[in-house]
């Protein structure tokens, strides 16, 4: 793969001084000014267009058993400031090139009683502001353990946010719109029931973290390159509405052990007056290291279908057998126990699904339940509950290895480690080892329930390296990785493109745990997204779940359209079918847009953009001239009016619209649907109408002349 880096200019401005610094933007729009206070205290503040963002706000950190802290007594040492324009090539993406464009200023500091520095990088760009902590290596500041990171982002304002509760162990939550100052009142209806939650405070919220100003600025606050560190989750003063830095604790409470030199992560603030601009941003990419992976010819997009939603409804099972409340592996003899006749990882059953995904193009199928160990797989706090080499009696490795191959299909691997950590990295090798020599060239890992070792968090400093031992250990093994629970992504695929994606919020799992807001998926871009692709699994077409499970009553708060739209709204270079073959087949009309959908782009243009309302996104096919639209629309009727003028001038090309039907709604008529087939050109405009919880697609394919005049002009 080829890789551009152009400085196109770079200067070093070096001058000892302790007066304010300031730093703008390329575009001139952001402007940051950093100081010291009286005693000290690093501070920083943002403006946008000349309107205050971030207020004066401190910067450090809080030792644990050390007088001094990293929070005061500084003086500066040296400042320079640089300027930086390069583009680079993601090996997959919402475009084929990116820019990374930014003007730096680097402030050394120097505490006089400890003699010890720090130095903090602030990186301005048009779409927003990156900085960091960084700890050159130095003796009066060898090792250090973190009581808490003290970064504070004073508000202008009480804007609107669109929040999750701040949680030690889960994302898998409906976003919440309040004003600041309701979350404290919000925050009991806000914390729905998890397998394994920690919640820390009333006012505590997870990032990414969306906000709207009265006067319409947009604020987005997250962090970029989590490594070797503790996730941050950030807790609202609500009355001085400043926002200060949380990091997940360990057992103990503490919440980070660094060793100089070392840096924190990437403190991100986006800040745009177009909610289309956040979006578009890509410093949370730009934020993180080059591609690490020397050949990465092996990471693909995948689009795949799944023995799983059947399991994810009750419809079947992951486990074998119901004969054992505990399994003990090596022990506990499958082949002589009853199977319950419900154990949806079967050979046939999962030859019926190659054989599915073989007839209608799918790269891929994953099964769940494949692996002994689920009878008793959550709520033990169990350590050795899977070995991730062992099938079940009526899953037969080679045979579906050799079938799948046959038919040209890969199979997903699925490694459950129900949060026993330890466990997993102990079988890692063996398991990348199997699947290499299976044919296994993605894996789907989760982290269930609460971690072992016991009374670890999700996204503490140490589970943030465990989940990069497991990738970086992947990409040794030419193995993608596609991880659930874990803590969520914040740009690393950039340096290691194997991560295709994660879950880390709350997927489409949960329409069949009760269901979700039918506009979730116009907040998820604006938060979950700005660090990486989400495996979703959207392409659900039948919203009465009882239909598959008599004692389920969920509901899909969803339209056919909708889903539809996901899979361009909704960005990732990994795509599932999640629903069953059998609704694919009801209306294989519908299905026909998930079939043609690519998932690699060369450009993508944001035509519409409000978060919790609505979002309209083009995108086209990388290496051809097919562009696909995707709109969802959130709670409220609405009509999309956009214009086809991102289409080549001398082109002609056949759109196929697929939008919800007069009478649709995600409640009553969720299956309504309609399909039109009309001629497009750059000058064509489209006003279409999208029903609460709907939207729409669009496939445009260029045609030549004589087949456009065929069809209706738009
Ligand atoms: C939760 C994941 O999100 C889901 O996709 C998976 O099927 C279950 N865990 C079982 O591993
Ligand atoms: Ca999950």
Same mark, same amino acid.
């Not at 006067?215 to 926002?243: C, S, V």
């Given at each position: 793969m080829k890789r551009f880096l152009i400085i196109s200019s770079l200067w070093l401005v070096a001058v000892t001084t302790t007066l304010a610094q300031d730093l703008q933007s390329p575009d001139g729009n952001l402007e940051m000014n950093f100081s010291l206070q009286e005693d000290g205290t690093p501070v920083y503040s943002l403006n946008y267009k000349g309107q205050e963002?971030?207020?004066t706000s401190k910067l450090g950190l809080e030792l644990k058993?050390?007088?001094?802290?990293?929070?005061?007594g500084f003086s500066i040492e040296d400042t320079a400031t640089s300027h930086f324009d390069g583009t680079w090539e993601p090996?997959?993406?919402?475009?084929k090139e990116i820019r990374n464009h930014y003007n730096e200023l680097e402030v050394k500091l120097k505490?006089?009683?400890?003699?010890r520095e720090m130095v903090l990088r602030f990186r301005l760009f048009d779409t927003g502001l990156g900085f960091r902590y960084e700890f050159p290596q130095q003796n009066e500041l060898g090792h250090f353990v973190i009581?808490?990171?003290?970064?504070q982002f004073a508000m202008a304002g009480d804007h609107t946010a669109f929040w999750i509760p701040g949680d030690y162990?889960?994302?898998e939550y409906d976003y919440i719109e309040s004003k600041l100052s309701e979350i404290r009142g919000q925050m009991e209806k806000a914390i729905t029931g998890n397998l394994s939650q920690t919640s820390f405070s009333n006012t505590g919220v997870q990032t990414s973290l969306m906000m709207k100003s009265d006067n319409g600025i947009y604020i987005n606050l997250h962090e970029a390159a989590l490594i070797d560190y503790a996730a941050m989750h950030l807790n609202l003063d609500d009355e001085k509405m400043i926002f200060e830095s949380w990091l997940t604790p360990d057992v103990n409470g503490d919440k980070g052990y660094l060793v100089s030199p070392t840096q924190s992560p990437w403190r991100t603030v986006m800040v745009s007056d177009d909610a289309k601009d956040i979006l578009r941003s890509r410093i949370t990419y730009n934020l993180n290291e080059p591609?690490?992976?020397?050949?990465?010819?092996?990471i693909k997009p995948m689009k795949y279908i799944g023995v799983w939603w059947e399991m994810i409804t009750g419809?079947?099972? %992951? !486990?074998?057998?119901? =004969?054992?409340?505990a399994v003990k592996l090596g022990e506990t003899d499958f082949d002589a126990a009853e199977p319950?006749?419900?154990?949806?990882?079967?050979n046939e059953n999962v030859k019926m699904h190659i054989d599915f995904a073989a007839e209608h193009g799918f790269d891929g199928v994953l099964v769940e339940? %494949? !692996?002994?160990?689920? =009878?008793?797989?959550?709520?033990?706090?169990?350590?050795?509950?899977?070995?991730?080499?062992t099938p079940y009696p009526d899953f037969d490795v080679e045979e579906i290895r050799d079938y799948a191959k046959s038919k040209g299909v890969e199979m997903i691997m699925h490694h459950e480690t129900s949060s026993s950590v330890r466990n997993y990295e102990r079988h890692l090798d063996t398991a990348y080892a199997f699947m290499n020599k299976h044919g296994y060239n993605a894996v789907k890992s989760g982290y269930v329930g609460d971690i072992l070792p016991r009374g670890?968090?999700?996204?503490?400093q140490w589970l943030v390296n465990h989940y990069q031992y497991a990738l970086e250990k992947a990409a040794d093994y030419k193995i993608m990785i596609n991880a659930?629970?874990?803590?969520?992504?914040?740009?690393?695929a950039r340096t290691y493109?194997?991560?295709?994606?994660?879950?880390s919020a709350r997927g489409t799992e949960y329409q069949a745990f009760g269901g979700s807001k039918p506009n979730h998926v116009t907040v998820l871009p604006f938060t979950r997204l700005i660090g990486g692709p989400m495996d979703y699994t959207p392409g659900i077409f039948?919203?009465?779940i009882s239909k598959l499970n008599p004692d389920n009553d969920s509901?899909?708060?969803?339209?056919i359209a909708n889903q539809l739209a996901l899979y361009v709204?909704?960005?990732?270079p990994l795509q599932m079918a999640a629903d069953l073959p059998e609704h694919y087949e009801q209306f294989p009309d519908a299905f026909q847009f998930i079939k043609d959908v690519?998932?690699?782009?060369d450009e993508s243009i944001y035509l519409e953009a409000e978060p919790g309302y609505y979002l309209t996104i083009a995108r086209k096919e990388k290496g051809e001239n097919n562009w696909f639209v995707g709109n969802v629309n959130g709670n409220e009727e609405r009509i999309s009016n956009i214009s086809?003028?991102?289409?080549?001038?001398?082109k002609d090309y056949i759109a196929t619209i697929y939008s919800d039907g007069k009478?649709?709604?995600?409640?009553?008529?969720?299956?309504s649907y309609e399909i039109r087939e009309v001629r497009v050109n750059h000058r064509s405009k489209l006003s279409q109408v999208s029903v609460p919880g709907g939207g729409y697609a669009i496939s445009i394919m260029e045609v030549d002349k004589d087949k456009a005049k065929q069809v209706k002009k738009l």
């Amino acid at each position: 793969m080829k890789r551009f880096l152009i400085i196109s200019s770079l200067w070093l401005v070096a001058v000892t001084t302790t007066l304010a610094q300031d730093l703008q933007s390329p575009d001139g729009n952001l402007e940051m000014n950093f100081s010291l206070q009286e005693d000290g205290t690093p501070v920083y503040s943002l403006n946008y267009k000349g309107q205050e963002v971030i207020k004066t706000s401190k910067l450090g950190l809080e030792l644990k058993n050390d007088e001094h802290s990293l929070l005061a007594g500084f003086s500066i040492e040296d400042t320079a400031t640089s300027h930086f324009d390069g583009t680079w090539e993601p090996v997959w993406g919402e475009e084929k090139e990116i820019r990374n464009h930014y003007n730096e200023l680097e402030v050394k500091l120097k505490q006089a009683e400890t003699n010890r520095e720090m130095v903090l990088r602030f990186r301005l760009f048009d779409t927003g502001l990156g900085f960091r902590y960084e700890f050159p290596q130095q003796n009066e500041l060898g090792h250090f353990v973190i009581k808490e990171e003290r970064t504070q982002f004073a508000m202008a304002g009480d804007h609107t946010a669109f929040w999750i509760p701040g949680d030690y162990d889960t994302q898998e939550y409906d976003y919440i719109e309040s004003k600041l100052s309701e979350i404290r009142g919000q925050m009991e209806k806000a914390i729905t029931g998890n397998l394994s939650q920690t919640s820390f405070s009333n006012t505590g919220v997870q990032t990414s973290l969306m906000m709207k100003s009265d006067n319409g600025i947009y604020i987005n606050l997250h962090e970029a390159a989590l490594i070797d560190y503790a996730a941050m989750h950030l807790n609202l003063d609500d009355e001085k509405m400043i926002f200060e830095s949380w990091l997940t604790p360990d057992v103990n409470g503490d919440k980070g052990y660094l060793v100089s030199p070392t840096q924190s992560p990437w403190r991100t603030v986006m800040v745009s007056d177009d909610a289309k601009d956040i979006l578009r941003s890509r410093i949370t990419y730009n934020l993180n290291e080059p591609l690490a992976i020397e050949d990465p010819s092996w990471i693909k997009p995948m689009k795949y279908i799944g023995v799983w939603w059947e399991m994810i409804t009750g419809k079947s099972s %992951w !486990n074998y057998t119901d =004969e054992f409340t505990a399994v003990k592996l090596g022990e506990t003899d499958f082949d002589a126990a009853e199977p319950n006749g419900r154990h949806g990882a079967n050979n046939e059953n999962v030859k019926m699904h190659i054989d599915f995904a073989a007839e209608h193009g799918f790269d891929g199928v994953l099964v769940e339940g %494949w !692996n002994i160990g689920w =009878e008793d797989w959550f709520g033990h706090s169990k350590d050795y509950v899977f070995d991730f080499v062992t099938p079940y009696p009526d899953f037969d490795v080679e045979e579906i290895r050799d079938y799948a191959k046959s038919k040209g299909v890969e199979m997903i691997m699925h490694h459950e480690t129900s949060s026993s950590v330890r466990n997993y990295e102990r079988h890692l090798d063996t398991a990348y080892a199997f699947m290499n020599k299976h044919g296994y060239n993605a894996v789907k890992s989760g982290y269930v329930g609460d971690i072992l070792p016991r009374g670890e968090n999700h996204y503490s400093q140490w589970l943030v390296n465990h989940y990069q031992y497991a990738l970086e250990k992947a990409a040794d093994y030419k193995i993608m990785i596609n991880a659930h629970e874990a803590v969520r992504p914040t740009g690393i695929a950039r340096t290691y493109p194997n991560l295709i994606a994660n879950e880390s919020a709350r997927g489409t799992e949960y329409q069949a745990f009760g269901g979700s807001k039918p506009n979730h998926v116009t907040v998820l871009p604006f938060t979950r997204l700005i660090g990486g692709p989400m495996d979703y699994t959207p392409g659900i077409f039948e919203m009465d779940i009882s239909k598959l499970n008599p004692d389920n009553d969920s509901h899909v708060n969803s339209t056919i359209a909708n889903q539809l739209a996901l899979y361009v709204t909704m960005y990732s270079p990994l795509q599932m079918a999640a629903d069953l073959p059998e609704h694919y087949e009801q209306f294989p009309d519908a299905f026909q847009f998930i079939k043609d959908v690519a998932l690699d782009w060369d450009e993508s243009i944001y035509l519409e953009a409000e978060p919790g309302y609505y979002l309209t996104i083009a995108r086209k096919e990388k290496g051809e001239n097919n562009w696909f639209v995707g709109n969802v629309n959130g709670n409220e009727e609405r009509i999309s009016n956009i214009s086809f003028d991102f289409l080549d001038k001398d082109k002609d090309y056949i759109a196929t619209i697929y939008s919800d039907g007069k009478d649709a709604h995600y409640k009553d008529h969720p299956q309504s649907y309609e399909i039109r087939e009309v001629r497009v050109n750059h000058r064509s405009k489209l006003s279409q109408v999208s029903v609460p919880g709907g939207g729409y697609a669009i496939s445009i394919m260029e045609v030549d002349k004589d087949k456009a005049k065929q069809v209706k002009k738009l």
